[in-house]
């Protein structure tokens, strides 16, 4: 019983002491290896992958003329930009909102992007 007790102290004071953005990155990466997700800084340039996270950001691109719809989703690890290609909105797309997502990783400007990637809205935020 003294290892349980310990334990249970234990968490609870890392969760008084803690910054809240790492115990929120800390239960989006948990979250998001049980949806079976990869972490995002395990992820490789050229690999078909899903992600599990939080869209921090959502954003209009207007490049070119050819207008392109970019959202950050942090997963406690790394962020992953998702870019649609043509497209303006997407309904259910906005930050705050937890997204499960699937494409092959590219890199653009040092960071990490799904391009036109598969994804599902979550019901609820972990």
């Given at each position: 019983m003294g290892?349980?007790?310990?334990?249970?102290w234990?968490r609870?004071?890392?969760?008084?002491?803690t910054?809240?953005?790492?115990?929120d990155?800390d239960?989006?990466s948990?979250?998001?290896?049980?949806q079976?997700?990869?972490?995002?800084c395990?992820?490789?340039?050229?690999e078909?992958?899903?992600?599990?996270g939080?869209?921090?950001?959502?954003e209009?691109c207007?490049?070119?003329?050819?207008?392109?719809?970019e959202?950050?989703?942090?997963?406690?690890?790394?962020?992953?930009t998702?870019?649609w290609?043509?497209r303006?909105r997407?309904?259910g797309i906005?930050?705050?909102?937890?997204?499960?997502a699937?494409?092959?990783?590219?890199?653009?400007?040092?960071?990490?992007?799904?391009?036109?990637?598969?994804?599902?809205?979550q019901?609820?935020a972990?």
């Amino acid at each position: 019983m003294g290892t349980k007790g310990d334990g249970y102290w234990h968490r609870l004071v890392k969760r008084l002491t803690t910054d809240v953005d790492q115990l929120d990155a800390d239960d989006l990466s948990t979250h998001a290896e049980a949806q079976g997700a990869r972490r995002a800084c395990d992820c490789r340039s050229g690999e078909e992958v899903t992600v599990f996270g939080r869209l921090r950001t959502v954003e209009l691109c207007p490049r070119d003329a050819a207008a392109t719809l970019e959202a950050e989703l942090f997963d406690g690890t790394e962020g992953v930009t998702l870019v649609w290609l043509g497209r303006r909105r997407i309904p259910g797309i906005e930050p705050g909102r937890t997204v499960k997502a699937q494409g092959r990783i590219a890199v653009r400007d040092g960071r990490k992007v799904l391009y036109n990637p598969y994804y599902e809205l979550q019901q609820t935020a972990p």
